[in-house]
């Protein structure tokens, strides 16, 4: 698909989305699609869904709470002081942890430990998501789809299931 089709499947997914998080997105689809993997309808899916939910519905690439809540959390790698806050949700699946930054940076040559905004921006908020994605096996669970499965991964838990359920079916509509 192209860029414009892309967005048009994102507003029938979120109509009330943030524009430039639907444009970042719709011009990083096309790339992120043989990238990532992301090349069967279901892996697509299960991908739009769940960062419409991470993303407040395409409202935001930067976790609302502060951030201090990671603080000391060493299965996040947030072992220096200020790490929580540093370090909190970002880009479109909401990256978290300095460990998960590192991951990112190395993978994809980009300086996200030294400047962590830069994965609130496009196309970073996008790729970033899709490296994750990627880099987690989500593909393969997706293959199965299984959205609780799926959303164990993404989120550690099933917070905002019933929402992920609901966009997966929305977003089977939009793509088909």
């Known amino acids: 698909m192209t860029p414009q089709e892309w967005k048009q499947v994102l507003r029938k997914m979120e109509p009330h989305g943030k524009d430039w998080i639907i444009d970042g997105l719709a011009d990083a689809m096309p790339g992120m699609v043989d990238r990532y993997g992301l090349n069967t309808a279901v892996r697509q ?4 869904a769940q960062v419409a939910h991470e993303s407040d519905h395409f409202k935001t690439t930067r976790e609302y709470a502060s951030g201090k809540a990671y603080e000391g959390r060493k299965d996040l790698g947030n072992t220096h002081k200020g790490d929580g806050e540093r370090f909190r949700g970002r880009g479109l699946i909401q990256l978290t942890g300095r460990s998960n930054y ?3 940076s190395v993978a994809m040559a980009q300086p996200f430990v030294e400047q962590p905004d830069l994965v609130e921006k496009f196309p970073a908020a996008a790729t970033v998501s899709g490296w994750w994605w ?4 989500l593909n393969e669970i997706a293959d199965r789809d299984d959205v609780r499965a799926v959303t164990k991964r993404v ?7 019933d929402s992920r359920t609901a966009l997966l079916t929305t977003a089977r509509t939009a793509i088909g």
């Open 45 to 48: 899916q299960h991908f739009l």
């Open 102 to 104: 590192v991951a990112a």
């Open 134 to 137: 990627s880099a987690h096996g």
């Open 155 to 161: 989120n550690g838990g099933y917070n905002g299931l």
